[in-house]
């Protein structure tokens, strides 16, 4: 009896494999899809909890816990250290980013290597390791006689500790694809190199500069380790505020500050988004 | 030479000098912000740890001026610490190499999609990054609990008769961990494959080669650089985080990030936490440059 | 007095590492001349632009517009305007922008910069295009925004880096007419870099063929064609074709050493020579009879170039082609005479 298994041709366990990954494939992305949004979902449904305690199932919904946040000084005051503390690291990591990125694209600079390195080395160190030095070495500082210590500034340095290399690596590849030429017909046309960058450069890299600063931005609001070591009760920011509260007062209010925490991160993109959206329609062809 | 040359040569010359010395200093002058930030907030304090982590201690002191190395050997010899030290290891472990399976994966699938369904993917993977550490935390405090969602669902579908809770267990710490570092490595991976020529794959396939051998002979071999660098920097991630294992792992699960704050906020013993962090620093420091010396040997860095 | 030319270049060099980019140039450009640097890929041309508009720095020599020394000046500081390759027009902003900047750099009031930016618009024939984006021009057009561009600031010297050599052919020979046009109606000073020898013949007044970073002659165009003063030039300029022989008492021989039957009427003596000829002055067949130079050859291949039939033919290792107009009567494998004159034929040691 002739074996018939054999018969079968190769195109067809070609098809079977690629129908089954393809299977597979659905059923991973569901998983991966669930996975990440089962935090997201939860915490935007417990927030409209009308009950005190965290339980599911939740049987009451109301925005309670809004008005109870929004009336509370101090969570709308840690609200407002984060975003004062992200719009400063914004600008501070920025314009240092944005300013050494360009100097390395457009100058010799002797031992390059070496001061990328130590550019880019803040990065990679862990958000604890950064607050415990920058709280032990600047802690006990003071200028005119006020402690630097718990002040925004200190926690804006803090943070560019992480935005400023980031925005320096993104904007040293968004450098690198600007037309020389550009450049080059600026100078020639009388523009010198202060004129040239502000005039002709930046606008050329705008969306680069924004999505860097929106890094910033977002990581500085987000961050909260850093801010666990530098911030005292008065100028905690709301992650901080959130983590100390996490044992004690295990409430929807908590999520209610998640949700506003995101939600001004969707804002600022959002904003980025559109202005985007306007700068492609006016150059359009 | 007569006069007027030698005028004008002269004022060639001052011009020349003048303007090569602003080529010199202009970039400094650009780079000082950053550098400022680099090693004034970041240098000075790192050292100052460095030091700090040879003074002694004395209680209610932060710390008295000393040279010592008992710091150090407390860490390697308190098995309480050590063993964090380890736990930490393992942890940061098993959490990237599952992060790295689940990542690749998921490259995979947005690599080969359509460009307009890549957008949704990159969506996808980049919500983690754009919430807190604090709110994912949060969300997996009310995920995992008896009166969680988990518990919940589970209950209710029927598949368990009684409230289940994986709270404070070693499992919900290694999903938050995963989590947190997924989309890290999702979008080194994803790079990693939009480096790679497309073709390649449909020419494996017009050979007649079934998909899953495709990917064992030749997506996989290219991709090895890339895996190594996902998987190095997934490790890294993990073991610098901490609030997360510390929070929804057990009481017992001490991680070194654990261990540095809990010397310096509650113990206040400064030149414990700074030996701890040095420690930490080490041994991600050794991870990169080791994964660099491999890296190099196949690929060119930044130029 | 006689005025300055508008440019100057004395014995300038700049070398990067081991390789002499620029190898002691010394050219001058009278006012109103149109001069163009004519080279292959490496010959300097483009190097020797750039250190003319203050792009690269000097390694030696002197570099004057208009009678003022500007070596190691920015190009900010130098009275020359550049048009690059690819138009290098400011994306985000519109032509009547693009064309403002180097006006305002000048200090020019608004009103001045309106009345310039209306004349220079005209000239280039983009009247009614101010507001456009260079995104939405075409490639000629942004070419044209940006010869408005260096022309509206009247510089000493317009500097020309290869601008045609982005764009398709018949926009290549649109635009090279109107340069021209633009040339003589303006009377403009320019240099002027290109490695395409038809634009360099058809635009200048004078032509400097630059070869390894030496300027090898600078001559009007019908010098350089006509009496080339070296090999690379005849070669580089115009088709040719190369009959490497050895003259000998008896015989002449090729390469190889195999005799091959060319009588020489009016040729060099003894010795080894490369006779040029180009394939246009070649008589092949019957007419071939009358010249006084005459080689016996195999036809090797046909091409059909559309307005002439190119016979390739051999004789030894010799190989040479001749253009003829319409068919010679002649197939793959015939035996036929090539002929030419003396007057043709250009000889090299």
Known sequence: MPDTSAVIPRTQHVALQSRLLGVLGAGFLLFVVGYIMVPIVVTAAMSFNDATIIRFPINAWSLRWYHDFLSSPQWTGALVNSLIIAVGTMVISTAAGVLAAWAFERYHIPMRGFWYIVIMLPLFTPGVVLGLGVAIAFGAITIAGEPIYGSHGLVMLAHSLW???????????????????????????????????????????????????????????NEFVMALFLTTRDSQTLPVLMWLSLRSAGSPRLAVAAVILALAVYACLTVVLLWYVRQVRKTAS | ???????????????????????????????????????????????????????????????????????????????????????????????????????????????????????????????????????????????????????????????????????????????????LTLPFCFFILLSVFDGIDRRLI???????????????????PLTMPGLAVAFSQSFIWAMGTYATPSALGPDTLWTMGFLIQEQMLSRRNWPMATAFAMVLVIAVATVMVFTRSVMAKRTSFHA | MAANPALELDRICRRYGPVVAVDNVSLAVSQGEFLTLLGPSGSGKTSTLRLVGGFEKLDRGQVRVDGVRVDHLPPYQRDTATIFQSGALFPHKSVAENIAYGLRMRAMSRADIGERLRQVLDVVRLAGYEDRYPSQLSGGQKQRVALAR??????????????????????????????????????????????????????????????????????????????????????FIGESCCLPVRIEATAVR????????????????????????????????????????????????????????????TAGSIELFCDHLGKAGLKVGDEALVGWNKPDMTVFA
């Open chain 2, 1 to 179: 030479m007569t006069s007027p040359a030698l005028v004008e040569a002269a004022r060639v010359e001052a011009a020349t000098s003048r303007i090569r010395l602003m080529e010199r200093l202009a970039p400094w002058a650009l780079m000082a912000p950053a550098l400022m930030i680099a090693l004034l907030i970041f240098g000075l304090p790192t050292l100052y740890m460095a030091r700090m982590s040879f003074n002694e201690y004395e209680y209610p002191l932060h710390y008295v001026p000393g040279f010592t190395f008992e710091h150090y050997g407390r860490l390697l010899s308190d098995p309480h610490f050590f063993a964090a030290i380890l736990r930490t290891i393992r942890l940061s472990l098993m959490a990237a190499a599952c992060t790295l399976v689940i990542g690749y994966c998921f490259a995979l699938l947005a690599w080969l999609q359509p460009a307009r369904w890549r957008l949704m993917f990159l969506a996808l993977a980049a919500c983690p990054l754009l919430i807190s550490e604090i709110s994912i935390i949060f969300g997996w405090w009310m995920f995992f609990p008896r009166n969680g969602l988990l518990s919940y669902a589970l209950v209710s579908s029927g598949l368990v008769t009684d409230k289940i809770s994986l709270m404070y267990t070693e499992f919900a710490a290694f999903v938050g961990l995963v989590y």
């Open chain 3, 150 to 235: 260096s022309l509206a600031v009247r510089p000493a010297i317009l500097l020309f880096d290869e601008p045609l050599s982005a764009l398709d052919l018949s926009l290549r020979l649109q635009l090279r007419g109107e340069i021209k046009r633009l040339h003589d109606e303006l009377g403009f000073s320019a240099i002027y870099v290109t490695h395409d020898q038809g634009e360099a013949m058809a635009m200048s007044d004078r032509v400097a063929v630059m070869n390894k970073g030496r300027v090898e002659q600078v001559d009007s165009p019908e010098a350089i064609y006509y009496q080339p003063a070296s090999e690379f030039i005849y070669t």
């Open chain 2, 202 to 220: 449909d020419a494996s396939s017009d050979l007649g080669a079934k998909p899953l051998s495709t990917f064992r002979e030749v997506l996989l």
């Open chain 1, 163 to 221: 935005a400023m290399p980031l925005v320096f690596m993104l904007m040293e590849a968004t450098f690198r694809t600007i037309d020389h030429r550009v450049i080059e017909a600026s100078y020639d046309l009388g523009g010198r190199p202060a004129r040239t960058f502000f005039e002709i450069v930046l606008p050329m890299v705008s969306i680069g500069i924004i999505s860097s600063a929106l890094f910033a931005f977002v990581i500085s609001l």
């Open chain 3, 254 to 313: 090729d390469e190889t050493g195999a005799a091959v039957a060319l009588e020489l009427g009016h040729g060099p003596g003894e010795g080894a020579w490369r006779l040029y000829v180009r394939p246009a002055q070649f008589k092949v067949g019957t007419a071939a009879s009358q010249c006084e130079n005459r080689l016996k050859a195999r036809v090797a291949f046909i091409e059909f170039l559309g307005n002439v039939y190119r016979y390739h033919l």
